[in-house]
């Protein structure tokens, strides 16, 4: 398979059936990136110096991105809130993901968690009457 027309989609759990496939509004594209993460089971240094390493198959893949600046309270909470209403996990910010992964032009399925988010507001736009935000990171980190 090769990509498919989305970087994140965010799977529906028993309270929330439908998939949500973040738009692109929401992700400002020269941010987006992606890495899978091997990983050693024991893996050491042998009495030559030579790395005796046993690689597991599970890669957890990590990928950042942030938003477009200037999003206004207003998109930032529904954006959060189709996250929100899909986690596995509310405590944990867990969620089923299915993301983009460039190195191998396909997807990774994994249960992710979403660490703290820490937005930080550029202006508050009396014209519109909002607050606006400056890019926002986001991330999701495989279990």
Not at 18 to 25: F, L, S, V
Not at 52 to 65: G, N, S, W
Request: glycine letters at 4%; charged letters at 25%.
């Amino acid at each position: 398979m090769a990509f498919d027309g989305y970087l994140v989609k965010i799977y529906g759990t028993e309270n929330v059936n439908t998939d949500y496939e973040i738009p692109y509004k929401y992700i400002k594209f020269d941010s987006y990136q992606v890495f899978q993460s091997t990983t050693d089971l024991d893996s050491y240094r042998d009495q030559t110096g030579r790395l005796q390493r046993t690689a597991l198959t599970h890669k957890p893949v990590k990928v950042e991105f942030e938003t477009p600046a200037m999003l206004t309270n207003e998109d930032f909470a529904a954006f959060m809130l189709q996250i929100r209403i899909r986690y596995i996990n509310a405590t944990e910010k867990k969620v089923s993901a299915r993301v983009y992964v460039p190195e191998i032009d396909d997807y990774e399925d994994q249960d992710m968690y979403i660490p703290d988010i820490q937005p930080s507001i550029y202006r508050y736009n009396k014209a519109i009457g909002k607050l606006q935000y400056n890019p926002i990171r986001i991330a999701l980190i495989g279990y």
